[in-house]
Nanobody
């Protein structure tokens, strides 16, 4: 399995970017696709994942600003990011993993993000937001 991210870049605060993640190879249907990010000197943070009913689940800090979606015909997942803030600056990774891993990563403040164990992840794409 190979996951390839694209679409990162540098924008000013309030700007928008759309990230893409193209998957090749077989991913088990029980795995959920999503995005996490990692900024220097910070713990990794789950951003969003697509649940089994097709709905997007988001970390509180991006709700109302980010939208996750997928195009199954193109084996591609997207993250539309609007109203970007400097604190969104990070390397963004797409990943595939168990739903429970994603759910606790996004919702459990006691969860150690460094223990997040997706089954597959990409090389990442850098997002930089300037004030």
């Amino acid at each position: 399995v190979k996951l390839m991210e694209s679409g990162g870049g540098s924008v000013q605060s309030g700007g928008s970017l759309r990230l893409s993640c193209t998957a090749s190879g077989y991913i088990d249907s029980s795995d959920r696709m999503g995005w996490f990010r990692h900024a220097p000197d910070k713990a990794p943070e789950g951003v969003a994942f697509i649940d089994s009913d097709g709905s997007g689940k988001y970390v509180d800090s991006v709700k109302g600003r980010f939208t996750i979606s997928q195009d199954n015909a193109k084996n591609t997942m997207y993250l539309q990011m609007n109203s970007l803030k400097p604190e969104d600056t990070a390397m963004y990774y797409c990943a595939a993993g168990p739903r429970e891993e994603w759910w606790t990563l996004l919702t459990d403040p006691r969860r150690n993000a460094y223990s997040f164990q997706p089954n597959y992840w990409g090389q990442g794409t850098q997002v930089t937001v300037s004030a």
